[in-house]
């Protein structure tokens, strides 16, 4: 007859409940509960390789001696394979010793490790050792309590220092197999046996046992030289120590660094003026100079160069227009002799006496005047005369190969005048060249487009003569063009107001006399009048002229 399927299942089910149960069985049957024993293991204290023994008791060793008997490790109560060129590998000395190598110990490896004796294939006895992992006690850093820190001591030639070294590390009973011992170091090096230095030392617990404390002292002997120095105590590669300086010694340190930072800011203080000194002494010319105003002069500059290509290129396309443009300067150009026969001609004085600095562009056509040729010294003394410090200017390249009595006499005078020298780094408007120039002319002064001469608007006095955009200019047409009205407004009271600008407007052919105000201009007292501020306008000559 067939089996029922319901039936079929129900003894497989069976079957299944029946072959775990033994396998339950098993495996809490290779763990014997008397015969049981714990095993800390830490990594960090006892590098691999390592033995794990399988802890026999006497009989068993013996029984073990004999041929029928045989041993077999479990893992969890599982077979342990285990041969010479595995992780791990089983041993059996003769004298019925047994245990594991393990080559390398890992976290994987923690378990129940059971040893089984075996008799004529029959099993006579276990024996099992938990392996649990735990980290070592040794690899916590010990507490210093003396020193606390690194001391420094400045004992003098034969005085005697007792050095008291403290340490608290943690410690267990059970499993400590770290060794804890204080040993003394000088500049990082273990004390000779021939010293005469001696330490003693001394360690007890806490109340519970789970800290130790280690003290030792060392007798310093002070009485060479040689014993000043670093001492250290050492425990589980952590030191804490004293360190034994000369008397002074400390404060020679504190001045040699000063005096190194004093040179070195003295140092950066000198590039640093080498490197900037004329912007320096242009932002303070720029911030706390004077202006060199209502001085009657006209220009700023009176710039004498010779008519030839160079020149002209370098006064009228780079030095005008720089110094113009740039730093609203006013030149005036002359490019004649300016000492014919070794003597200033009227012009030039009054075009000089309107100046206020004097350049003269030196090049090699410039010295080959005549004035400079015959006799330069001479001439040179008329242009001191002429301006208080003049400012010369010169290309480098003629500079260094021209061979010309007038080098000479610069260099003698380098303190009277101010000489310049162009070469091609000069063209950038930050090059030294400009920088130097610019701190030897007057300190410019920036108006805005809508304001007039600040000669004459800074003054009180309305004179007509005096003002830039008069008001007299009135194109109003006649009252009565056919006669006379016989209304006439004071003729020294002024011109009439200003009704209209350039070109006139049509007016009413009338205009009544109310409307008409008097002018605000007195020139009642014109011979008394001063017209020193603008003495360019005039010609000013003297009594023995007349």
């Given at each position: 007859?067939?089996?029922?399927?319901?039936?079929?299942?129900?003894?497989?089910?069976?079957?299944?409940?029946?072959?775990?149960?033994?396998?339950?069985s098993?495996?809490?049957?290779?763990?014997?509960?008397?015969?049981?024993?714990?095993?800390?293991?830490?990594?960090?204290?006892?590098p691999?390789?390592?033995?794990?023994?399988?802890?026999?008791?006497?009989?068993?060793?013996?029984?073990?001696?004999?041929?029928?008997?045989?041993l077999?490790?479990?893992?969890n109560?599982?077979a342990?394979?285990?041969n010479?060129?595995?992780?791990?590998?089983?041993?059996?000395w003769s004298?019925?010793?047994?245990?594991?190598?393990?080559?390398?110990?890992?976290?994987?490896?923690?378990?129940?490790?059971?040893?089984?004796?075996?008799?004529?294939?029959?099993?006579?006895?276990?024996?099992?050792?938990?392996?649990s992992?735990?980290?070592?006690?040794?690899?916590?850093?010990?507490?210093?309590?003396?020193?606390?820190?690194?001391?420094?001591?400045e004992?003098?030639?034969?005085?005697?220092?007792?050095?008291n070294?403290?340490?608290?590390?943690?410690?267990?009973?059970?499993?400590n197999a770290?060794?804890?011992i204080?040993?003394w170091?000088?500049?990082?090096?273990?004390?000779?046996?021939?010293?005469?230095?001696?330490s003693?030392?001394?360690?007890?617990?806490?109340?519970?046992?789970s800290?130790?404390?280690l003290?030792?002292?060392?007798?310093?002997?002070?009485t060479?030289?040689?014993?000043?120095?670093?001492?250290?105590?050492?425990?589980?590669?952590?030191?804490?120590?004293?360190t034994?300086?000369?008397?002074?010694?400390?404060?020679h340190?504190a001045?040699?660094?000063?005096?190194?930072?004093?040179?070195l800011?003295?140092?950066?203080?000198?590039?640093?003026?080498?490197?900037?000194?004329l912007?320096v002494?242009?932002?303070?010319?720029?911030?706390?100079?004077d202006?060199?105003?209502?001085?009657?002069?006209?220009?700023?500059?009176?710039?004498?160069?010779?008519?030839?290509?160079?020149?002209?290129?370098?006064?009228?396309?780079?030095?005008?227009?720089?110094?113009?443009?740039?730093?609203?300067?006013?030149?005036?150009?002359?490019?004649?002799?300016?000492?014919?026969?070794?003597?200033p001609?009227?012009?030039?004085?009054?075009n000089?006496?309107?100046?206020?600095?004097?350049?003269?562009?030196?090049?090699?056509s410039?010295?080959?005047?005549?004035?400079?040729?015959?006799?330069?010294?001479?001439?040179?003394?008329?242009?001191?005369?002429?301006?208080?410090?003049?400012?010369?200017?010169?290309?480098?390249?003629?500079y260094r190969?021209?061979?010309?009595p007038?080098?000479?006499?610069?260099?003698?005078?380098?303190?009277?005048i101010t000489?310049?020298?162009?070469?091609?780094?000069?063209?950038?408007?930050?090059?030294?060249?400009?920088?130097?120039?610019?701190?030897v002319?007057?300190?410019?002064v920036?108006?805005?487009?809508?304001?007039?001469?600040?000669?004459t608007?800074?003054?009180?006095?309305k004179d007509?003569?005096?003002?830039?955009?008069?008001?007299?200019?009135?194109?109003r047409a006649?009252?009565d063009?056919?006669?006379?009205?016989?209304i006439r407004?004071?003729?020294?009271?002024?011109?009439?107001p200003?009704v209209?600008?350039?070109?006139?407007?049509?007016?009413?052919?009338?205009?009544?006399?109310?409307?008409?105000?008097p002018?605000?201009?007195?020139?009642?007292d014109?011979?008394?009048?001063?017209?020193?501020?603008?003495t360019?306008?005039?010609?000013?000559?003297?009594?023995?002229?007349?």
């Amino acid at each position: 007859m067939g089996r029922n399927p319901t039936t079929s299942l129900l003894l497989l089910a069976v079957a299944a409940w029946v072959a775990v149960t033994v396998t339950a069985s098993a495996a809490a049957s290779c763990v014997d509960p008397d015969r049981f024993f714990d095993n800390i293991s830490w990594v960090e204290q006892q590098p691999a390789p390592r033995q794990l023994f399988c802890p026999l008791d006497e009989a068993s060793r013996l029984l073990l001696q004999a041929p029928s008997s045989q041993l077999q490790w479990r893992k969890n109560c599982q077979a342990l394979t285990s041969n010479k060129s595995s992780r791990v590998s089983s041993t059996l000395w003769s004298n019925g010793t047994a245990f594991l190598t393990f080559q390398t110990l890992e976290a994987g490896d923690a378990g129940n490790y059971t040893c089984t004796l075996y008799l004529s294939g029959e099993q006579n006895a276990s024996f099992t050792v938990r392996i649990s992992m735990a980290d070592s006690p040794c690899s916590r850093a010990p507490e210093f309590l003396s020193p606390a820190g690194e001391q420094v001591l400045e004992p003098q030639l034969g005085d005697q220092l007792l050095l008291n070294c403290t340490v608290r590390v943690s410690y267990d009973q059970r499993y400590n197999a770290c060794d804890s011992i204080i040993q003394w170091l000088k500049d990082g090096q273990h004390f000779p046996r021939d010293s005469q230095d001696t330490s003693s030392g001394l360690d007890w617990f806490n109340n519970d046992a789970s800290e130790k404390f280690l003290s030792s002292l060392l007798q310093v002997n002070v009485t060479e030289y040689s014993d000043y120095g670093h001492y250290s105590c050492l425990v589980r590669n952590t030191t804490a120590g004293f360190t034994l300086h000369r008397p002074g010694t400390a404060s020679h340190i504190a001045g040699v660094i000063a005096a190194f930072i004093v040179v070195l800011i003295l140092v950066l203080a000198v590039l640093l003026w080498v490197k900037c000194r004329l912007d320096v002494k242009l932002w303070y010319r720029n911030t706390y100079g004077d202006y060199e105003m209502y001085d009657g002069k006209t220009y700023d500059a009176y710039v004498s160069y010779t008519n030839t290509a160079h020149d002209r290129k370098f006064v009228n396309f780079i030095l005008k227009p720089h110094l113009e443009n740039r730093y609203s300067y006013k030149l005036h150009l002359n490019d004649t002799d300016i000492l014919p026969a070794s003597e200033p001609s009227a012009e030039l004085l009054m075009n000089v006496s309107r100046c206020r600095r004097l350049i003269v562009v030196l090049s090699k056509s410039y010295l080959e005047q005549d004035w400079c040729a015959n006799n330069f010294r001479e001439g040179f003394w008329r242009l001191m005369e002429l301006s208080h410090k003049p400012i010369f200017i010169m290309y480098e390249n003629q500079y260094r190969e021209m061979g010309h009595p007038a080098t000479l006499l610069l260099k003698e005078h380098k303190r009277d005048i101010t000489l310049l020298l162009w070469n091609s780094k000069s063209m950038t408007p930050s090059s030294e060249f400009w920088k130097e120039l610019v701190l030897v002319m007057p300190r410019s002064v920036t108006y805005s487009s809508t304001m007039a001469d600040p000669q004459t608007l800074l003054q009180d006095d309305k004179d007509p003569m005096l003002t830039l955009d008069p008001d007299y200019l009135d194109c109003r047409a006649d009252p009565d063009p056919e006669g006379d009205l016989g209304i006439r407004v004071p003729i020294y009271k002024g011109p009439p107001p200003r009704v209209s600008a350039l070109p006139c407007a049509d007016l009413p052919s009338a205009t009544p006399m109310a409307e008409l105000r008097p002018s605000e201009i007195d020139i009642s007292d014109l011979g008394s009048r001063s017209y020193a501020a603008r003495t360019d306008f005039y010609c000013l000559v003297t009594d023995e002229d007349v």
